[in-house]
């Protein structure tokens, strides 16, 4: 099975406690975040991914080689930034039928072999989550499909997006799309039209974009 890592963060937000290396390399103990996200991965019984990678790629190759304990990886280097969305399609030209698709500054231990797609060409990972406003909340139906995505607002308890994805190949397919465009507004935007399924996990997630999270995730590791 097949993922894709979208690794070309800039990483502006942790500029203040991490050195001007891509957001996923930002290190934990000597160690990169990228690493932990890689070594999930492999448990997971991934076996090849496919690394979206743009700023400084060259210390994300040097670290990780065209192979990271088993995991045989393939670079899809963006000349120009792709955006979310830019970046999954260009990297799908690796793909030979469905992948994962995550991203490489964020960790949700979840188990994705209980993500399913059935008749659908997207499921996402949902996380059950409280208190929070710095994202938005998604809505789904009796059915597990999504209703809306709704803006960033304070919640007492919600669902979020977990930024893990199981899309197929074609999920583009029969759209008109800039070459460079956010993923996650081509989701809200189209959500109808792909009757997106979802499931949904209460387990550990951690998003790395701030200096606060990235200062808990180091804790939480050590």
């Known amino acids: 099975?097949?993922?894709?890592?979208?690794?070309?963060?800039?990483?502006?937000r942790l500029r203040s406690v991490i050195q001007d290396v891509p957001k996923p390399m930002a290190p934990i103990n000597g160690k990169p975040f990228l690493a932990f996200v890689l070594e999930y991965l492999k448990e997971q019984g991934i076996t090849e991914v496919i690394l979206s990678v743009s700023y400084k790629y060259e210390l994300i190759q040097e670290y990780f080689k065209d192979e990271f304990q088993g995991l045989k990886i393939i670079y899809n280097v963006e000349k120009e930034l792709l955006g979310t969305g830019g970046a999954i399609k260009d990297s799908l030209k690796f793909v030979k039928d469905k992948a994962y698709v995550l991203n490489g500054d964020t960790f949700f231990d979840i188990p994705l072999k209980e993500m399913k797609l059935g008749e659908s060409k997207i499921c996402i990972a949902l996380k059950q989550m409280q208190n929070f406003d710095r994202y938005g909340n998604v809505k789904i139906d009796k059915q597990g499909f999504v209703a809306s995505f709704e803006e960033?607002?304070?919640?007492?308890?919600?669902?979020?997006?977990?930024?893990?994805?199981?899309?197929?190949?074609?999920?583009?397919?029969?759209?008109?799309?800039?070459?460079?465009?956010?993923?996650?507004?081509?989701?809200?935007?189209?959500?109808?039209?792909l009757r997106i399924k979802t499931k949904v996990f209460d387990y550990y997630f951690i998003d790395i974009g701030i200096p606060e999270d990235y200062e808990r995730f180091v804790n939480s590791r050590f």
């Open 152 to 193: 960033k607002v304070f919640k007492e308890q919600g669902l979020i997006n977990g930024g893990i994805y199981l899309i197929k190949k074609d999920i583009f397919d029969g759209f008109k799309l800039e070459k460079k465009f956010s993923f996650e507004q081509f989701l809200q935007e189209n959500y109808k039209t």
């Open 1 to 12: 099975m097949q993922a894709i890592v979208l690794a070309g963060g800039l990483g502006t």
